[in-house]
């Protein structure tokens, strides 16, 4: 039996958090008979912002991401649609690590922290960042933690970079 063709994007919903939100979107694009590859979500402040990379007919994902906005502002969502690659082809020549910077929360942190890894040809594949407090005392921290690809051979100068940076870290093999 022959497979029908697949076609691949991105779907990027940003809304108002309320409940039924998720189910709006994913009933959405079930009813179009696409296939949710990939997807992540997160509430930031009063919004909930969500990435899905799907897949369906060519023909589908072209009608979707030429009414999506429109779609979109019926179910007060700001939503996006942007054409993606059936896969993306890994690396070779990079090792994959998780980073952890723990430190007191100011402005800057995350700027220092990308740039530096930008200057040494790192890629960030995943970051997020929360302000916490610490128990007892209520000190603010600032947590980051990323998923880098890290050059072949570049570990010692990124983790140099980061201690000039004086921010306490934790830089582990990715293990899966």
Not at 38 to 54: K, Q
């Amino acid at each position: 039996m022959k497979q029908e063709a697949r076609a691949f994007a991105i779907l990027v919903v940003v809304g108002k958090d309320r409940p039924g939100l998720v189910s709006a979107v994913t009933h959405y694009l079930h009813g179009k008979k696409c296939n949710i590859e990939d997807a992540e979500g997160l509430t930031l402040g009063a919004y909930f912002a969500m990435l899905i990379r799907f897949s369906g007919s060519p023909q589908t994902v072209r009608e979707i991401a030429q009414f999506a906005t429109e779609w979109g502002r019926t179910q007060q969502l700001d939503i996006r649609v942007y054409e993606d690659v059936p896969e993306k082809a890994e690396r070779k020549d990079v090792v994959l690590y998780e980073l952890r910077v723990d430190a007191l929360d100011r402005i800057g942190i995350v700027d220092k922290v990308t740039t530096m890894l930008a200057r040494h040809h790192v890629n960030v594949r995943r970051i997020e960042g929360r302000v916490a407090s610490q128990p007892h005392t209520g000190i603010q921290l600032f947590i980051l933690n990323a998923l880098i690809e890290v050059p072949e051979g570049s570990l010692s100068r990124v983790e140099a970079g980061l201690d000039r940076l004086g921010l306490d870290y934790v830089l582990t093999l990715y293990t899966g």
